[in-house]
């Protein structure tokens, strides 16, 4: 780990691979001012559930090579929907300080009798019967998402984290709206800023296009193109970190805001814990949730032990 990672709490896996940094920069960057170009489409629809791109972590280690397991409860006493989901990310490097990433979740998602077509019956689409899904608790494997991330500069921004991530159509419409079968591309680029001491001002932005569904189960409608304005300040020492963040996410003439509070800590020389608490503050129709409640665990590579001296390098 050089001087420099280590000052950004940074663990470098290897040295700088030009051609593989250059060609992922390129196309996070391109696939960026590509959805710029574009305008989401209007659409009187439901908001469908992502989970944050990976540009922030616990502590904020920015490691390109990470195993992370994050548990999360959603709860909303409006419609009585409880959920847990169990989400699987690992990340693979690429260059010095980028990666890419493949994530899956687990879910056990219990509608309490109101399913999301009889809570949102303009959703249904052409494929589906009338008591879909029939199931009042649902468990299952959620949409498997692959992407990647790392350091980008945009002409007249500077230097920025970029995330990029495709959901496939593995995914089922019963899990609808905390997973599907929707075809979701994200793009999203965030920056952080030095205040004062261990004071950091986080500011991001990203966009959101849908391919469409995957089955004829629910209707184009159910998934919104849109956008996304997160902001936040964080107070980092080291490994620990305590953040408070305001994100904004409008989608199909549809909102939703959400207010979050994080704490990351040591759990072990090469791990990290987090703890996260989320509130939907704009007690939108359209919610998954009203709140949510988290741990995350990260594990990650160890750092590199230092090179002894042979009697062919040590100096006379």
Do not use: C
């Amino acid at each position: 780990m050089n001087r420099r990672g280590a000052a950004r709490g940074t663990f470098v896996a290897g040295a700088r691979r030009p051609t593989a940094a250059t060609a992922r920069g390129a196309l996070l960057a391109g696939g960026i001012w590509a959805l710029v170009v574009f305008v989401a489409a209007p659409a009187w629809s439901r908001l469908p559930w992502f989970d944050p791109l990976p540009t922030w972590s616990p502590a904020d280690t920015l490691a390109n090579r990470a195993f992370a397991l994050d548990v999360v409860h959603l709860a909303d006493g409006r419609t009585g929907w409880n959920a847990d989901r169990i989400v699987a990310e690992i990340r693979i490097p690429s260059g010095e300080r980028g990666f890419f990433y493949a994530r899956l979740p687990w879910l056990r998602f219990d509608t309490g009798d109101l399913s999301a077509l009889e809570r949102w019956p303009e959703l249904r689409g052409v494929g589906a019967v009338g008591d879909w899904p029939g199931e009042t608790v649902l468990t299952g494997f959620g949409q498997l998402e692959l992407g990647a991330a790392g350091p980008l500069r945009l002409p007249a921004v500077g230097p920025l984290t970029g995330a990029l991530g495709v959901g496939l159509p593995l995914g089922h419409g019963r899990f609808y709206p905390l997973s599907s079968s929707g075809l979701p591309v994200r793009l999203e680029a965030a920056r952080r800023l030095a205040l004062a001491g261990d004071w950091n001002l986080l500011a991001a932005a990203g966009l959101v296009r849908h391919g469409g569904p995957g089955d004829d189960v629910l209707d184009e409608t159910a998934f919104p193109d849109g956008s996304l304005l997160r902001l936040g300040v964080e107070h980092a020492r080291g490994a620990r970190a305590a953040r408070l963040t305001w994100s904004s996410q409008p989608r199909g003439g549809r909102r939703e805001q959400w207010l979050t509070a994080e704490l990351a800590v040591p759990w072990t020389a090469t791990g990290r814990a987090g703890l996260r608490l989320a509130r939907e503050v704009t007690g939108s129709e359209d919610r998954a949730a009203a709140w949510l409640a988290g741990l995350t665990w990260r594990l990650l590579p160890r750092p590199a032990a230092p090179t002894r001296p042979t009697a062919a390098t040590r100096a006379p």
